[in-house]
């Protein structure tokens, strides 16, 4: 069955420090990733997809299938990214959540 | 560009009641999905529509049903309310539910059964 799995609940750094945020997922095919972020009192909103490898605020991300890995990375930490970040995996017109990493950035 | 536009944002209902709730993709977009989010069980896909066609469901139960209009507004609709299903309902749309553009969420709307 595919699966996303993020194995932090909370994840504490702080201001300028690097941040990594763990997603690993559970597909046997090619898989379609994406990270998403929830700011306090906001909708969802679509953070990187995997296919098109940008960079938005600074976050990157790359796919490793080897380790079955999309990692979610920063190189410095800034209070504003404080945030839920959720990994999805996009399958069948569907997308199958991870179950989100609190990202918590202190002065 | 308006974003996806959820009505409403909030409900309160009795247990045994049924709701209906709308969304409105962007404009456009012919894809729109419904998620459950609740602390508990995070984001659960509910189903998704492609002009007026179910392409997918969920593992949820027959209660929760949907539909899709030919403008491609979409409603859910959940039967028999049980206090177990308050939750934030996400809807999401998409230019053809294509996976490689992602897609683009409401702020949702917060169901409360009492």
């Known amino acids: 069955a595919q699966r996303v799995t993020q194995p932090e609940k909370l994840l504490s750094v702080f201001k300028g420090a690097p941040v990594e945020l763990k997603c690993n997922y559970s597909?046997?095919?090619?898989?379609?990733l994406f990270w998403y972020v929830q700011y306090s009192r906001q909708r969802l909103q679509l953070l990187l997809r995997?296919?098109s490898r940008e960079s938005i605020k600074g976050f990157t991300a790359d796919l490793n299938k080897g380790e079955t890995s999309f990692h979610l990375k920063k190189p410095f930490a800034q209070e504003e990214d404080s945030a839920m970040y959720y990994c999805?995996?996009?399958?069948?017109?569907?997308?199958?959540f991870g179950s989100g990493t609190r990202l918590l950035v202190r002065p | 560009k308006a974003g996806v536009t959820q009505t409403p944002r909030y409900l309160i209902k009795t247990r045994g009641q049924q709701v209906t709730l709308s969304c409105s993709p962007i404009?456009?977009?012919?894809?729109v999905s419904w998620y459950q989010q609740t602390p508990g069980q995070g984001l659960q896909f509910l189903f998704e529509?492609?002009?007026?066609?179910?392409?997918n469901k969920g593992n949820f139960p027959g209660r929760f049903s949907g539909r899709q209009f030919s403008n491609s507004r979409s409603e859910m609709n959940v039967s028999t309310l049980e206090l177990g299903d308050s939750a934030l309902y996400l809807c999401?749309?998409?230019?053809?539910?294509?996976?490689?553009?992602?897609?683009?969420f409401g702020s949702g709307t917060r169901l409360t059964v009492v």
């Open positions: 999401a749309s998409s230019l053809e539910g294509n996976r490689d553009y992602g897609y683009t």
């Open positions: 597909y046997s095919g090619s898989p379609e």
């Open positions: 995997h296919i």
């Open positions: 999805a995996l996009s399958r069948s017109y569907k997308l199958i």
């Open positions: 404009s456009g977009h012919r894809s």
């Open positions: 529509y492609f002009s007026e066609t179910q392409r």
